[in-house]
């Protein structure tokens, strides 16, 4: 059976290890907020690190040729 991703498992662990960071950081951010009584919080900020994260790492592991910032760039 053909996998539809090919990655390797230290591809997939350095993938989940940038999104739980992103996550973490985020979180970090939204805590500083928090206690600054700003609107967005710990779960906005963390779920928004995440996918920032997600849409960066799609880019460069998502396609194999190229260069892997140019889906991030059009977006700027």
Do not use: C, N, W
Not at 1 to 11: G, L, N, Q, S, Y
Not at 24 to 42: D, H, M, S, T, Y
Not at 48 to 73: C, E, H, K, N, Q
Request: proline share 3%.
């Amino acid at each position: 059976m053909d996998d539809i991703f090919h990655f390797t498992v230290v591809e997939e662990i350095e993938m989940a290890v940038r999104l739980g960071l992103a996550a973490l950081l985020g979180g970090a951010i939204g805590f500083e907020r928090r206690q600054a009584e700003k609107p967005a919080g710990v779960q906005t900020l963390a779920l928004v690190s995440m996918g920032s994260a997600m849409f960066t790492l799609v880019s460069g592991f998502g396609y194999g040729f190229g260069d892997p910032s140019r889906i991030a760039a059009q977006v700027v």
